[in-house]
């Protein structure tokens, strides 16, 4: 038989909100957590505490919009999540290309704008937008876009919510320059630029933090990289360091390190 405690317990457990995205989703994109590397990321995520404070009780209306731009595989996706996540906002919407494969312009229009009329019906709402470029079916050859979509974004960033409620719009992409040309760009008020992992120490710092090589191995990789430029993002490195746990013990760190010198543009010799 059914009792009030099973009752309490499915409204509790089993029963999603019927709009905006369960907690636990969301937490898909940031599936190997944040990890503190260096100023970069301190100073995006403390940038994420001032939007969320923003939105909450910003004097300048009910809408707050940034763009996250970063190179590709520098940890976007995952670090508007976050912020997302760290709002506590009752709504979270993930709004992402992956979502609309297939989907001609004027379904994606209409999909897009049912996430924001959802969010307008909370009074506290926190919406991504993936990958504004891909969204956009933005290809260099051509080069192409839909103006549509494009169109459809412009006037949604720009859009007050209805009286008493309240949104923040996290954005990103791997193109900024492209946002530029299509005059995108000042439709956000504000700009974060993530970056990639560019110094010995900030590569360091990842690998202790995953404890992924022994002390002596980590001296090693510190030696070989001390002074010396990179350019990887967090999502590529932490790729590399997989494989390399799943080489031989013995060619692992020469195996990391040439990779390293390949994808992230270490600087040998
Ligand atoms: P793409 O260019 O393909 O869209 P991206 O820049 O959006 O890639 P993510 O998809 O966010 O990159 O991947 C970043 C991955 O790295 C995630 O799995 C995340 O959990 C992990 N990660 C660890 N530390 C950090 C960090 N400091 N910042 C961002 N992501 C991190
Ligand atoms: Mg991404």
Known sequence: KISREDFLNAFQNDIKPAFGMAEEQFERYVANGIINWGEPVRSILEDGDLLISQGKA??????????????????KTALAARIAMSSDFPFLKFCSPEDMI??????????????????????LSVIVVDNVERLLDYGPIGPRYSNLVLQALLVLLKKEPPKGRRLLVLATTSRKDVLGE??????????????NISTSEQLLSVLEYLDAFSSKDL?????????????IGIKKLLGLIDMAKQTEEAYRIPKFLSKLEEEGGLEMS
């Open 182 to 195: 299509l005059e995108m760009l000042s439709a956000f008020q504000t700009v974060l630029q993530v970056s």
């Open 58 to 75: 910003g004097e300048s209306g009910g809408l707050v919009t940034a763009l996250l731009a970063g190179p590709p595989n520098s940890g």
């Open 102 to 123: 297939g989907f001609m312009d004027t379904a994606k229009c209409q999909m897009i704008k049912k996430v924001f009329d959802d969010a307008y019906r909370s009074q």
């Open 219 to 231: 001296d090693f990789i510190s030696r070989k990289t001390d002074k010396k430029r990179m350019w």
